[in-house]
Each structure stands twice: as structure tokens, then as C-alpha cells.
């Protein structure tokens, strides 16, 4: 667990500053979220169906997305899963039982619970994790979805990253109740509050919480208690809105990969030569990915029109046609790395 964390937040800081240097358009971090990330995929199965939202990269990671997978697509490269049509961070894999990372909050949630019902149905012995912000609870989403969940007893496993901010919007500003957890009780569904930043803590009770939405046949939810240390994408300055010490001390008083090492070195599994090595060979291997990504040349322009209908309608093949033409007309306006 602690390896994949590290992985996780060393993944972060290079793809965050490849953005930076205009090398792709757009990223996400989970800094200060990565035990909540591994912990939970560490006390899954790999026959759980797990829905995220954005900030969940390290369950994929855990589940074995290698590192060139995860630079593919942040790259939109010819052999990115999404061929190229999704924002970075929108990672998916069939493969995996990861389903497709949306930016529209909270809609994953009505279909994590319908999966769920479905597994239900068919006497699966698996369950369905979803995740999601506490933005995503003031959403009608996720309430029609934890009723439905409650009323034909799935088994679904939310799981609620209370970070403190929906972008820049304080908790303050989006509810008067106690937290998340109260909600869930509401709706009549067992919930528990965790410290997010304790590996430990998220391990054990996503684990009792497998038993239970299975053995039981019922939805559970897990409020996790953390703070977004990073900004919320690389478009936001999160210092406009918070203090940038307040951000400074969650980075370094309640870092949970430093806490989780701290504890590791006191039972003497690691060493200070472990660590150097670890964090010297993930980021040669990121370094050597992201280098193996840029070169690799982008999907074609058919990608743009396949995939959504069995037979495409006149009206899509003709703007194949028109685009076709549009980049013979001005060749010089379209990148010289897509294949026409």
C-alpha cells in the first residue's frame, strides 16, 4: 500500500507539472487523498465494479493501469483506451472494472447503485464502489441514488472524500448538517465516518463494509474525512480562496503517505534507502513513459465519428466529409500529428 501511494503521489507532481509546461491540457491531482485512494482499492475485490468520479486514479493504479496507460491517455495518444475523445484524468478500463471517469459531479452514482441491483439480481458475490466529493452530496444525484439504494437493498459501497471544498465552495456553504455521514442514516443506510488520512483506518472499514454490502445484501456509506491539498485542477489557484499556510500544514502535519511511512519505519519494514530508491525508479519510469507518449502519434480523424452508431446517419458522414475538406483547405491551422 505504501508503495502504490508514493507511486501515486509521485505520478502527481510530474503529470501536474507536465501540464504546466504546456505538454497536456489539463490535470488533476489527489494530493492529500492517496490513502483513501489505495486503502480502498486495497480492501476490494477485483470482481467489484468501481465507479469514481476524478480523483480516484490510485484505485485504477492498485489494479494494475501501468504507468505508460496512465500517459497515454493523459497524452490522448492512438493507443489511449478513449482514442483521444476524452479530457486527461478521464481514465477507463473494461479490463480493470473501472468505469469511465465523467467531470459531471455526481452522476456516476445513480449508476453505481444500478449496477449494484444488477449484481443483486444475479446472486453475484461482488459489489459496486462509488466515490465522490462532498460536493457531490448536494447534488439531486446522490440523493435519488442512496434512496434507491436503501429501498431495493443494494450493495454499493459509498464512499464520500469530505475534503472541505467543492471547488472553492467551503462545506460551510453547502450544508448546515453533521457532515456526510448523517445523511446516510437518513436514507436508512449503515454509514460510518473514517479519517481519510489514515491508510490503516480506510483499509479496515472498506473491508467491513465489502463484508457487510455482500454478506448482507445491503448499501453501506463511509465518510472520509481529508483535505484537498492540492488545488482542485491545474485551472484553479485554490490560495484565492484558502489560506496558503492552512495548505502548507495539511501538506506536511497531516500528509497521510508520511504518516503511513512513519509507521511502516517504526515496525522496521522500511528504511530511508527504501524510499530513496522507491521514489528514484517511479519517477524514471513516469519520466520514461510521458517521453514514450508524446511520440506516440495521436487517433485518427475517423475516431471522431465511430463508436456511437452501428451504421453512421448522413448527417454525421457528412461532417466527416466537410472536416476532411476543411483541413485539406488550411492545413496549416490542424496539429500535423493526427493522422487524416
Not at 134 to 155: C, K, L, M, Q, Y
Request: overall charge negative; hydrophobic content about 35%.
Amino acid at each position: 500500500m505504501y508503495t502504490e501511494m508514493v507511486t501515486l503521489q509521485t505520478m502527481d507532481n510530474i503529470f501536474y507539472e507536465a501540464q504546466r509546461q504546456g505538454r497536456i491540457s489539463f490535470y488533476v491531482t489527489s494530493i492529500g487523498e492517496e490513502a483513501i485512494n489505495i486503502a480502498s482499492a486495497a480492501a476490494l475485490r477485483f470482481d467489484d465494479l468501481v465507479f469514481p468520479q476524478y480523483r480516484e486514479p490510485g484505485v485504477l493504479l492498485w489494479r494494475g493501469f501501468t504507468l505508460q496507460e496512465f500517459a497515454n491517455q493523459c497524452f490522448g495518444n492512438r493507443d489511449d483506451y478513449g482514442k483521444g475523445r476524452q479530457m486527461p484524468i478521464h481514465y477507463g478500463s473494461n479490463k480493470l472494472n473501472y468505469f469511465t471517469v465523467s467531470s459531471t459531479i455526481a452522476t456516476q452514482i445513480p449508476h453505481a447503485v444500478g449496477a449494484a441491483y444488477s449484481l443483486k439480481m444475479d446472486k453475484k458475490d461482488a459489489c459496486v464502489v462509488t466515490y465522490f466529493g462532498d460536493g457531490g452530496t448536494s447534488e439531486g444525484d446522490f440523493h435519488a441514488a442512496i434512496n434507491f439504494a436503501a429501498v431495493r437493498e443494494a450493495p454499493v459501497i459509498f464512499i464520500c472524500r469530505n475534503n472541505g471544498w467543492a471547488i472553492s465552495t467551503p462545506t460551510s456553504d453547502q450544508f448546515r448538517s453533521d457532515g456526510i455521514v448523517v445523511r446516510g442514516q437518513a436514507y436508512g443506510v449503515r454509514s460510518i465516518r473514517v479519517d481519510g488520512n489514515d491508510a490503516l483506518a480506510m483499509y479496515s472499514s472498506v473491508q467491513a463494509a465489502r463484508v457487510m454490502a455482500i454478506g448482507e445484501q445491503r448499501p453501506i456509506l463511509i465518510e472520509a474525512l481529508t483535505y484537498r491539498a492540492g488545488h482542485h485542477s491545474t485551472s484553479d489557484d485554490s490560495t484565492k480562496y484558502r489560506p496558503a499556510n492552512e495548505i502548507e500544514w495539511w501538506r506536511t502535519a497531516r500528509d497521510p503517505v508520511s504518516r503511513l511511512r512513519k509507521w511502516i519505519e517504526s515496525n522496521g519494514w522500511w528504511s530511508e534507502e527504501a524510499e530513496s530508491e522507491l521514489r528514484s525508479n517511479v519517477r524514471k519510469q513516469l519520466l520514461h513513459a510521458i517521453q514514450v507518449a508524446e511520440k506516440v502519434e495521436k487517433p485518427p480523424i475517423s475516431d471522431l465519428f465511430t463508436d456511437v452508431y452501428d451504421v453512421p446517419p448522413s448527417n454525421l458522414r457528412e461532417q466527416e466529409m466537410v472536416l476532411r475538406e476543411t483541413i485539406k483547405r488550411y492545413p496549416q491551422e490542424y496539429p500535423g500529428d493526427v493522422p487524416v
